[in-house]
T-cell receptor, first 110, second 115 residues
Framework: LAKTTQPISMDSYEGQEVNITCSHN???????ITWYQQFPSQGPRFIIQ???TKVTNEVASLFIPADRKSSTLSLPRVSLSDTAVYYC???????????FGAGTRLAVHP | GAGVSQTPSNKVTEKGKYVELRCDPI?????LYWYRQSLGQGPEFLIY????????DSGLPNDRFFAVRPEGSVSTLKIQRTERGDSAVYLC?????????????FGPGTRLLVL
């Protein structure tokens, strides 16, 4: 049973806001929700993490509803350099053993 | 400061050979993780170290795979009798203490190709 489910791919244009939603119906009480970004030939890079409500940093915002069964990563005004794979993860095991799905391939077009 | 580094960046070997992949975590990070990523897929957990000990090796696919971290810093992933199916990018990550809310910092990976 997959721990997280997210769209396989998305397309956007420069300057638009992109929202990627992830479902995690079986999230446990102690689990945090973390998003990573991966460019080709690089390791994943941390974007944002949250437990509940809304988290914002200089890169993105993360919206988590009260039931925590889903979360939405929001990227404001994307650029071509935001073209990457985005992974939604839910920590497991108390030591953050990351279980990656296939991720969402975001393509930003001029 | 320096991030996680991995060597070599690329490794080509022949089926049946032995390979070692090295990971240098961020200084002071006690938690170290190895993942494997096949083309088009997300990284797959292999093993987690807390200090010198392997706290969870449940992701190692079989007994040809082994990892060590003798002094609690550098780690080596060892693969015996390599098979073509072992071809993948091997990623290493570290975090400060391994707590569930901590960020894991990934290295660039070692791309292994078994011919």
């Amino acid at each position: 049973l997959a721990k997280t489910t997210q769209p396989i791919s998305m397309d956007s244009y420069e300057g638009q806001e992109v929202n990627i939603t992830c479902s995690h119906n079986n999230i446990a009480t102690n689990d945090y929700i973390t998003w990573y970004q991966q460019f080709p030939s690089q390791g994943p890079r941390f974007i944002i993490q949250g437990y509940k409500t809304k988290v914002t940093n200089e890169v993105a915002s993360l919206f988590i509803p009260a039931d925590r069964k889903s979360s939405t990563l929001s990227l404001p005004r994307v650029s071509l350099s935001d073209t990457a794979v985005y992974y939604c993860l839910v920590g497991e095991g108390g030591y953050n053993k990351l279980i990656f799905g296939a991720g969402t391939r975001l393509a930003v077009h001029p | 400061g320096a991030g996680v580094s991995q060597t070599p960046s690329n490794k080509v070997t022949e089926k049946g050979k032995y390979v070692e992949l090295r990971c240098d975590p961020i200084s002071g990070h006690t938690a170290l993780y190895w993942y494997r990523q096949s083309l088009g897929q997300g990284p797959e957990f292999l093993i987690y170290f807390q200090g010198t000990g392997a706290a969870d090796d449940s992701g190692l696919p079989n007994d040809r795979f082994f990892a060590v971290r003798p002094e609690g810093s550098v780690s080596t992933l060892k693969i015996q009798r390599t098979e073509r199916g072992d071809s993948a990018v091997y990623l290493c990550a570290s975090s400060l203490q391994g707590a569930s809310e901590e960020t894991q910092y990934f290295g660039p990976g070692t791309r292994l190709l078994v011919l």
